[in-house]
């Protein structure tokens, strides 16, 4: 088996298209909603990505387990044990998709050493690919075009461009931008927050907020090999496959060395 994660970069993308070819297939047509045992919504689009792309990664590397949100959780004492597994989450913005304002996208990631090593993010609806392995790069990829590099760019002061959840902007984010001053406000769902820093296209994402280990991994690596970073509070990268899933609050940042940590409010610190 190989050791090298962007081997698998390439086979990767391809299963993330397919899983949204699946998703498409459902959001171009009437759809029913129901609800996970947490209350959050669930569409069988949801259930179509997760088919597909845990067929494929079971058939790409057999041996490599597979983590996926719509699936049976796996206690932390058989997880333990992992060097090495996917982090999918099939259908991340499934409010969006509800919503049908096309802010949706299927996360494929590899772990290693609790470390996206691989990352895939894929926006079905504008064909657009965001991907990622350490030590090789981060990439754009529009539908039937080539990879194309991306860089996160350097914020040194003025006025900055902040990426917000559509969905979950609370209190603390609130007193954040506040902090900021003068600043522009760019609103979008799912993981195409961390892409907007990652492409250079925002300078920081505060998420003060509740998330889960599949909403963030994919798009972790991507911004971290487009040269920006992705950090709790305290400002260590984000861990993977914890006893429990949830993350941290977190903020992610383009590159440069400016602490964004020093407008967070204090309930936050």
């Known amino acids: 088996m190989s050791r090298n994660p962007c081997d698998w970069l390439e086979e990767a993308r391809a299963i993330a298209v397919e899983a949204g070819r699946r998703i498409l297939d459902v959001y171009e047509r009437n759809f029913h909603v129901g609800a996970k045992a947490d209350g959050s919504p669930l569409t069988e689009a949801d259930r179509a990505a997760h088919d597909a792309i845990v067929a494929r990664l079971s058939a790409l590397t057999p041996d490599v387990p597979v983590l996926s949100e719509e699936a049976t959780q796996v206690p ?3 997880r333990a044990a992992w060097g090495r597994f996917w982090l999918v989450d099939p259908l991340d913005g499934t409010k969006e998709f509800i919503n049908r304002n096309g802010e949706f996208t299927v996360n494929i990631a590899l772990i290693e050493g609790h470390a996206p090593v691989l990352g895939v993010v894929y926006v079905p609806v504008l064909g657009v690919g965001y991907s990622a392995c350490r030590g090789g790069g981060a990439f754009r990829q529009k539908a039937d075009g080539r990879p194309e590099p ?5 914020f040194a002061g003025g ?3 902040v990426v917000a959840s559509r969905s979950h902007a609370g209190r603390e984010t609130e007193e954040f931008l506040q902090s900021l001053g003068a600043h522009d406000v760019v609103s979008m769902g799912s993981s195409l927050k961390f892409c907007l820093v990652a492409d250079g296209a925002a300078d920081v994402y505060p998420r003060l907020g509740p998330t889960m280990e599949w909403d963030t991994a994919a ?6 090999e487009a040269g920006g970073g992705v950090t709790d509070l305290t400002g260590r990268p984000l861990a993977y496959n914890k006893p429990d899933l949830h993350n941290p609050w977190f903020i992610v940042r383009g590159a440069g060395e400016y602490d964004w940590r020093r407008h967070l409010p204090p309930a936050a610190k």
């Open 76 to 78: 932390y004492e058989a």
């Open 150 to 154: 991306i860089r996160a760019r350097r």
């Open 159 to 161: 006025k900055p461009v």
């Open 219 to 224: 798009a972790q690596c991507v911004v971290e």
